[in-house]
């Protein structure tokens, strides 16, 4: 009875050990967001568009995959589902985040929920404006009203001949010095705070994200978006790069070019995502 047990043993042993490969052979892909979202204002949409590979490579046309987006600071959470929209593969999804802050956000299609960066929400519209005039303060007013009082006192002094009109002229041309001086020293009104200058090595991090990067190689600058990875890499880790910048610039702008057999696909980057990639990756090097 025994022996008659243990080929069905062996066969159930065997289905079990197959069951997580999907994860690793089968059941995973890249999502490539077809751009960084630029300013987001609360309430106004955006069309965030990317396109879903299998394994890196071949697109996945029939999915609906959706986008989910949560507040960090309020836990408001919004999902929007993807339609197809152009070349097989590619997906466009519309986007619309309520409230100012900082919004968490992740693709999830073909069994991935993968991580995007994250999302600064801004208040209305930013546009460039003149500054407003400054009003006029009392030492201004002080000072012009000095240069009115010298203009009348020269006059009488020119018409009448008349002593105190000189001295009063000249104590018009001291009040008017002394406070126009008094108003060009006085310290700048303070303006509203800038918005941050992000660097090319930030630029590069989010690239990272969410051109896929994370799903296929380690990085400890991004060790807790890949947690959900952990153990899963297909290419090396790029803590440490040690290419040049020059390969790591004509590595990008066309891996299979440099590589026919690379599981790398193409991702179209432009020169100047190469460029804030090669910051991220090699920080501190000249072009």
């Keep these: 009875m025994f022996r008659r047990l243990i080929p069905f043993l062996l066969i159930t042993g065997l289905i079990a050990l197959a069951?997580?490969?999907?994860?690793?052979?089968?059941?995973?892909?890249?999502?490539?967001?077809?751009?960084?979202?630029?300013?987001?204002?609360?309430?106004?949409?955006?069309?965030?568009?990317?396109?879903?590979?299998?394994?890196?490579?071949?697109?996945?046309?029939?999915?609906?995959?959706?986008?989910?987006?949560?507040?960090?600071?309020?836990?408001?959470?919004?999902i929007v589902t993807?339609?197809?929209?152009?070349?097989?593969?590619?997906?466009?999804?519309?986007l619309a985040l309520p409230r100012t802050g900082t919004w968490a956000w992740s693709i999830q299609a073909f069994n991935m929920d993968q991580p995007m960066p994250?999302?600064?929400?801004?208040?209305?519209?930013?546009?460039?404006?003149?500054?407003?005039?400054?009003?006029?303060?009392?030492?201004?007013?002080?000072?012009f009203l000095g240069l009115f009082g010298t203009a009348g006192a020269l006059w009488v002094l020119l018409r009448k001949r008349v002593r105190w009109a000189l001295a009063l002229a000249i104590a018009g041309v001291i009040v008017s010095g002394v406070s126009f001086t008094s108003a060009a020293s006085r310290p700048a009104e303070p303006k509203s705070p800038a918005i941050a200058t992000v660097s090319?090595?930030?630029i590069?991090?989010?690239?990272?994200?969410?051109?896929?990067?994370?799903?296929?190689?380690?990085?400890?600058?991004?060790?807790?978006?890949?947690?959900a990875f952990?153990?899963?890499?297909?290419?090396?880790?790029?803590?440490?790069?040690?290419?040049?910048?020059?390969?790591?610039?004509?590595w990008l702008k066309d891996p299979p070019g440099l590589k026919p057999d690379t599981q790398m696909p193409n991702l179209g980057?432009?020169?100047?995502?190469?460029?804030?990639?090669?910051?991220?990756?090699?920080p501190g090097a000249s072009q």
Aim: glycine share 8%; aromatic share 4%; charged share 15%.
């Design 204 to 227: 590069g991090q989010t690239l990272f994200l969410a051109k896929g990067c994370v799903i296929c190689h380690e990085h400890d600058a991004v060790r807790d978006e890949r947690q």
């Design 82 to 94: 993807a339609k197809p929209e152009g070349e097989i593969g590619h997906y466009t999804a519309t």
């Design 19 to 78: 069951l997580p490969a999907p994860t690793l052979a089968g059941g995973w892909a890249v999502i490539t967001l077809d751009e960084l979202p630029a300013q987001v204002n609360a309430g106004q949409p955006i069309v965030v568009g990317f396109t879903v590979l299998q394994h890196g490579k071949t697109p996945l046309e029939d999915l609906s995959p959706t986008i989910s987006a949560r507040h960090t600071a309020t836990g408001e959470s919004i």
């Design 200 to 202: 090319p090595q930030e």
């Design 118 to 143: 994250p999302l600064s929400v801004l208040t209305g519209t930013t546009v460039d404006v003149p500054s407003p005039q400054p009003p006029l303060t009392l030492p201004l007013v002080v000072g």
């Design 230 to 250: 952990a153990g899963f890499s297909v290419g090396p880790n790029l803590s440490q790069l040690s290419r040049s910048p020059d390969y790591v610039r004509v």
């Design 269 to 282: 980057l432009s020169s100047e995502e190469i460029e804030a990639l090669i910051a991220f990756l090699k």
